[in-house]
């Protein structure tokens, strides 16, 4: 048994030497193609050498002015504009509420109003992505969307509940705030 592993080691030494004299590390050519692959014209590949940490950090995410601090840093409502839609709906700390719709239906048009006042009624713990069904066909698709408006609850990047229709602010709060906080899971739709 000591004879093999001896014979394993005097092999990986008799390599070494070979590998260090031929270059195991990549030259700057193959670097570059590596990097092509992950680059796309709007977005450059990062090279951490030639960055400063300066240029990487994100200014519109800056610290609020002390007076406003408790404001979020995230718009309470917004149309959603083809994001990568695992990181809209990942979202951690807060609610998320995803609703498609569209823009010929009258009911539609009711539930935005009623989740643009649920989401300023809720003060920065809920955030609203209007999803426009007929402009994103595709995403609608994904999930599994066959009536406008429906809406989806998402907390912490999980999806807790779908509900199709349209309903008013305080009735969608109060589903949504038994939804969150009762351990027993609430009416399947807002009454």
């Known amino acids: 048994?000591?004879?093999?592993?001896?014979?394993?080691?005097?092999?990986?030494?008799?390599?070494?030497?070979?590998?260090?004299?031929?270059?195991?590390?990549?030259?700057?050519?193959?670097?570059?193609?590596?990097?092509?692959?992950?680059?796309t014209s709007t977005k450059p590949a990062p090279n951490p050498q030639l960055e400063s940490i300066e240029s990487m950090v994100r200014t519109d995410m800056a610290a609020a002015p002390t007076g406003l601090s408790s404001t979020p840093k995230f718009q309470l409502y917004s149309k959603y504009n083809g994001d990568d839609i695992k990181?809209?709906?990942?979202?951690?700390?807060?609610?998320?509420?995803?609703?498609?719709?569209?823009?010929?239906?009258?009911?539609?048009?009711?539930?935005?109003?009623?989740?643009?006042?649920?989401?300023?009624a809720e003060k920065g713990n809920v955030q609203v992505v209007d999803v426009d069904a007929d402009a994103y066909p595709a995403l609608a698709t994904d999930f599994h969307?066959?009536?406008?408006?429906?809406?989806?609850?998402?907390?912490?990047?999980?999806?807790?509940?779908?509900?199709?229709?349209?309903?008013?602010?305080e009735s969608l709060g109060r589903f949504l705030h038994a939804l969150l906080t009762q351990g027993d899971s609430p009416a399947d739709t807002p009454k």
């Not at 609703?99 to 935005?112: E, G, L, S």
């Not at 009536?147 to 509940?161: F, W």
Request: glycine letters at 8%.
């Open 1 to 39: 048994m000591m004879g093999g592993v001896n014979a394993a080691f005097k092999l990986l030494a008799a390599a070494l030497p070979l590998c260090v004299l031929t270059g195991c590390d990549e030259s700057d050519e193959v670097r570059a193609e590596r990097a092509a692959q992950f680059t």
């Open 87 to 120: 990181q809209v709906t990942g979202v951690s700390g807060r609610s998320l509420i995803l609703c498609f719709t569209a823009p010929w239906c009258p009911h539609c048009a009711k539930m935005k109003e009623a989740l643009q006042e649920l989401a300023q």
């Open 145 to 169: 969307i066959t009536k406008v408006p429906t809406t989806i609850v998402y907390t912490e990047g999980v999806k807790l509940r779908t509900i199709e229709g349209a309903y008013s602010a």
